[in-house]
């Protein structure tokens, strides 16, 4: 007789990072889990002592998945922060549970701040403040928390479906308020 072949822990977090793309990991059930993952609920269970357990796996994947995301974005407005706004907003419009488990949740399972989770390994949000204070603006570090209001709030808006404006409005919008708040 073969011997039946072992689930991953690579696996069970695929099938819950795609169960909460679509749904939200609210929706994650152990069953709904193990019908995802193709395999019995006991695999899981072996692998997570619990929910929690696998909520640090499925964050920390959906973290790496935004900064890819954001890596892939096309930077080319001379305004700062309007690129890194639009990447916020449009991962809000394209993914919004993965979004509210980033961003809205508030239940970071690694104890990063959403800051953090923002500025990447790449550092984003330091070149967009290094790119304000080359253009000028007194206070960058200020301007950027008015900017970040300002964008949290479109993404926030994007996953409920109240921010349905396309890319140039977006974009003016972003640039309007940089000039607002560089006043």
Sequence with gaps: MSRKATITQKEIVNAAFKITKKEGFEAITSRKLAAAAGCSTQPIFRIYENMD???KDVYAKTADYYS???ADCKKTHEVPFVDLGLAYIGFAQKYPHLFKLLFV???????KSMYDLVNGPEENVVKEINRA????????????MQMWIFIHGAGCMAVTGDYDLDEATSVNMLESAYRSFAK
């Excluded at 949740?105 to 104890?111: A, I, T, V, W, Y």
């Excluded at 204070?133 to 950027?144: K, M, P, S, W, Y």
């Design 105 to 111: 949740s508030g239940k970071s399972p690694d104890g």
């Design 68 to 70: 890819e995301y954001y």
């Design 133 to 144: 204070t080359a253009a000028g603006a007194a206070n960058a570090q200020q301007l950027f």
């Design 53 to 55: 357990e696998l909520r």
